[in-house]
């Protein structure tokens, strides 16, 4: 793509504060004018007792599958030691991988369809020839997609609740200091938590307002749930990378 490919292009970012530097970032270079509207606010689940307990114990695993950063972050805020040597780990892209190597853990796993369906077929089959008990650190309203297949083909899961998410007390002021009565342009999504939140700022004025709206999604599932409110995504990212989210505004603004 050329140097400025969005100029003049406004681009309203709702990931969470602390995870939106990236993508703004490279918004920016690539020329748009970026607005932040952050719907996620990630807090440690309502009983803290279980995650503690699977952080301290995580050799007893033979797997360790993560399905979102804000998993990784905080599972890893409360282990006691370093990561053993002989529990695997999987992630579900690649965002959820560079979280990892953040903590100075490489994915043995990394799945190229970020969602629990692709993560799940790719899994099954390392599970197969590398049994034993799996760890699914999930947020507290995370699909059951994942652990119902695993423990369907015959694995042996434990799920515990890594964090929950709420939406930001400031949300709606923000959002009418950024949308005013205008259209909403390009807004980028990256969960469904996420859209569900930014339709629930509209109220009863959603119908009308989802007209005008130029989706970017971070992939099929968050797509769904655009498509579930109304919006058929203007975009969608081949895969769940900042730099997939910005090829696919790139080439939908053409």
Do not use: C
Not at 4 to 25: K, M
């Amino acid at each position: 793509m050329t140097s400025r490919p969005l100029a003049g292009q406004r681009v309203v970012v709702t990931r969470a504060e602390h995870q939106s530097e990236g993508l703004a970032a490279l918004l920016v270079e690539a020329g748009a004018t970026v607005e932040r509207l952050p719907l996620l606010a990630v807090m440690p689940p309502d009983d803290p007792a279980p995650l503690a307990a699977a952080a301290a114990s995580v050799a007893r695993y033979r797997w360790v599958v993560f399905t979102s950063a804000n998993a990784v972050r905080a599972l890893f805020a409360t282990m006691p030691e370093r990561w053993p040597a002989d529990t695997a780990v999987a992630a579900v892209g690649d965002a959820t991988a560079e979280a990892l190597g953040d903590q100075d853990v490489a994915a043995d796993l990394v799945a190229e369809t970020a969602s629990a369906e692709g993560l799940l077929a790719l899994l099954l089959p390392r599970l197969d020839r590398q049994p034993g008990l799996v760890l699914l650190p999930q947020a507290a309203d995370a699909r059951p997609t994942l652990a119902a297949g695993l423990r369907a083909a015959g694995h042996e899961t434990e799920v515990v609740v890594a964090y929950r998410k709420t939406l930001p007390p400031d949300a709606r002021t923000r959002a009418a200091a950024i949308f005013g009565d205008g259209a909403l342009g390009w807004v980028t999504f990256t969960s469904p938590s996420i859209v569900r939140g930014f339709a629930g700022l509209f109220g009863a004025d959603w119908q009308a307002r989802r007209r005008t709206l130029h989706a970017a999604s971070i992939g099929p599932v968050t797509s769904e749930a655009l498509r579930t409110l109304g919006v058929h995504p203007a975009a969608e990212a081949a895969r769940a990378s900042d730099e997939s989210m910005i090829a696919a505004i790139v080439g939908a603004d053409r």
